[in-house]
């Protein structure tokens, strides 16, 4: 009996891989920051946001992992296969503005956990050693094994759970936020800027960019397809899972406390005097996990998206001479991440919340894009979209277009 629980565990287990990696990378320093200050500011009112939220990010992903399977192509040979150069020149550059600046809070990250952690220069060594690591493992490894090294990167995120308990929360008040209730009086302009930044840091048009090459670059078929959905699901609940322990964290210390932060570091920092040292530095480790894991993540995204739309050569495990663009565009990006991450006296605040405001506006674009070609039966044939799912999916963009609407008016405002 052991042994069959053995082998159907490790089934389940070797399902997992783009959909959870996907996921994770969206708790980045700028996710961990947005929702230590949704939790901060606003206590556990927030997490009702945590549902609605899953269901949109499993129903983006999972068309771009299932085109994947069907096609064998990634988002951007399919963008400009089907829309055009011009569409696609627009779309690759906005992309690459929106993950040049995402990478850049990646380090940003770095840096704040590097300071709690190791004292305030720190950062100076730990950050080219960070950027080091990104570059050794994708020029010199292959899919499988970095696929490893970012399943285990995953794990470390279970540490936000030890540090949620580890603030004592009521749990009663906790699992009561999520039960119907009339609507919070009084929506400020703040509370609705919060709402834009959690649900653009957690679903962002890197990570559907990511998944669908990272799933052909396992080899996805057709025939994958319920591995696949499984993949997602499981990548969409973890994604949640974490962010739900890491609002109550900071409800049940900051937010009881009456201490408001601007970024993760200082809601670490505010746990120690609530929940004791041991907390703050888990919490530490857990933003310096966070930020090596984007680190690593994002350029890739990048890397696939535009050799793909140049139809150049594209996916790890080859030579420089294979693919030089893939490996340059990588490099690049990392090297210039991590030289902007360092300079003294630089804003990280506006570094980390920088990729929210860009990606959010590109967001819906992107959606109604892969909506377009989900639903193209010359390319999917019978796997096109339900008319269920599209029902969903279409209102969910819609939604997401009115949101990001209003962040460029609340940005304009100021």
């Not at 990104?134 to 279970?158: F, M």
Request: glycine share 10%; aromatic share 10%.
């Amino acid at each position: 009996m052991r042994s069959k629980r053995r082998k159907s565990l490790l089934v389940w287990f070797a399902v997992l891989g783009p959909g959870l990696i996907a996921g994770t990378a969206d708790n980045d320093p700028s996710g961990i920051t947005g929702y230590s200050m949704a939790g901060a500011h606003y206590g556990y009112s927030m997490l009702w946001m945590l549902l609605p939220i899953m269901l949109a990010l499993i129903i983006s992903q999972e068309m771009c992992a299932r085109m994947a399977a069907v096609t064998g192509k990634g988002l951007a040979d399919l963008i400009r296969e089907n829309f055009g150069v011009k569409v696609t020149l627009l779309a690759m550059s906005t992309l690459l503005v929106a993950n040049v600046a995402t990478c850049v809070s990646e380090f940003a990250g770095v840096v704040s956990a590097s300071h709690l952690m190791f004292g305030p220069w720190s950062h100076y060594i730990v950050v080219p050693l960070v950027a080091l690591g990104c570059w050794w493992l994708v020029s010199k490894g292959d899919y499988r094994k970095i696929e490893k090294v970012l399943l285990y990167g995953a794990s470390v995120y279970l540490l936000y759970i030890v540090s949620a308990v580890m603030a004592k929360p009521e749990w009663g008040a906790v699992f009561n936020s999520f039960l119907p209730k009339a609507p919070v009086k009084g929506y400020t302009q703040d509370y609705v800027w919060q709402i834009i930044q959690i649900i653009g840091t957690t679903i962002t048009p890197w990570g559907l960019f990511y998944i669908q090459s990272a799933m052909r670059d396992r080899g996805a078929k057709k025939s994958d397809l319920t591995d696949v959905r499984v993949d997602v699901g499981i990548g969409s609940f973890y994604t949640v899972f974490i962010a739900f322990f890491i609002v109550v964290a900071c409800a049940a210390t900051l937010y009881t406390h009456g201490i408001r932060i601007q970024d993760a570091a200082q809601a670490a920092e505010g746990l120690r005097p609530a929940a004791g040292a041991l907390a703050m530095g888990i919490f530490a480790v857990g933003l310096f996990n966070a930020g090596w894991y984007g680190a690593l993540t994002v350029p890739l995204s990048t890397a696939y998206a535009i050799t793909e739309s140049l139809g150049w050569e594209s996916g790890l495990g080859r030579r420089v001479k294979e693919s030089p663009l893939f490996l340059a565009v990588f490099g690049w990006q990392i090297l210039f991440a991590a030289v902007v991450s360092i300079i003294p006296h630089i804003n990280l605040l506006f570094l980390i919340v920088l990729p929210n405001i860009v990606g959010g506006v590109l967001l819906p674009i992107i959606l109604i894009m892969i909506l377009r070609l989900a639903n193209n039966r010359d390319l999917m044939g019978e796997h096109v979209n339900s008319k269920a799912f599209n029902v969903i999916a279409y209102a969910m963009t819609g939604v997401l277009l009115v949101l990001s609407v209003g962040l460029i008016g609340l940005t304009i405002k100021g």
